[in-house]
T-cell receptor
Framework: DGGITQSPKYLFRKEGQNVTLSCEQN?????MYWYRQDPGQGLRLIYY???????QKGDIAEGYSVSREKKESFPLTVTSAQKNPTAFYLC??????????????FGPGTRLLVL | GNSVTQMEGPVTLSEEAFLTINCTYT??????LFWYVQYPGEGLQLLLK???ADDKGSNKGFEATYRKETTSFHLEKGSVQVSDSAVYFC???????????WGLGTSLAVNP
């Protein structure tokens, strides 16, 4: 059963703490994306990766970091430098090199809350 | 630059009413256009898409036609159900890296 999994569903962060959100896909997709969703603001792109060992900043990368060591995995770390991390975080993936490369498929999301 | 504008919500309808959610875009070249749906507390699901002018995307009773002359991709459904209550996002794919540009979303509530 192919798809994108995100864990945990809910995550609590204390002040000054780094936390890592997991995203795994078994769709054999090349590209992966992280978005942040705040109420009334739609989706904002944090980072994206089109191939393994390569990634690019999106529109709101400050305070976040990523890695892409495996095709299947694209973890997002919310660092202590991100002063307002409370949001719903969505991971997505897409295939490259075909006419369908823009279609993104989403995971169920992780809700991050600050204690 | 590329952009997407959706009608503001919330939209509230009675069951079996006709739905239209407007989406217009600005883009260079020939973008692809998408509608995604997000049910409460969940991730986004692709609802339909169109990749060239005059294409009609359809799924689950929803339809949208890619209108290049009016730069629009309005979402329609002839008879909505309570289960259609969700947030709907219009998106555009364009540019060399083909990232998606997102509208702000339109919340739909359908009452029985």
């Amino acid at each position: 059963d192919g798809g994108i999994t995100q864990s945990p569903k809910y995550l609590f962060r204390k002040e000054g703490q780094n936390v890592t959100l997991s995203c795994e896909q078994n769709l054999n997709h090349d590209a992966m994306y992280w978005y942040r969703q705040d109420p009334g603001q739609g989706l904002r792109l944090i980072y994206y990766s089109q191939i393994v060992n390569d990634f690019q900043k999106g529109d709101i990368a400050e305070g976040y970091s990523v890695s892409r060591e495996k095709k299947e995995s694209f973890p997002l770390t919310v660092t202590s430098a991100q002063k307002n991390p409370t949001a719903f975080y969505l991971c997505a993936s897409s295939i490259r090199g075909t006419g369908d490369q823009e279609t993104q498929y989403f995971g169920p999301g992780t809700r991050l809350l600050v204690l | 630059g590329n952009s997407v504008t959706q009608m503001e919500g919330p939209v509230t309808l009675s069951e079996e009413a006709f739905l239209t959610i407007n989406c217009t875009y600005t883009a260079t070249g020939y973008p692809s256009l998408f509608w995604y749906v997000q049910y409460p507390g969940e991730g986004l699901q692709l609802l339909l898409k169109a990749t060239k002018a005059d294409d009609k995307g359809s799924n689950k009773g929803f339809e949208a036609t890619y209108r290049k002359e009016t730069t629009s991709f309005h979402l329609e459904k002839g008879s909505v159900q309570v289960s259609d209550s969700a947030v709907y996002f219009c998106a555009l794919g364009a540019g060399n890296n083909r990232k998606l540009i997102w509208g702000l979303g339109t919340s739909l509530a359908v009452n029985p």
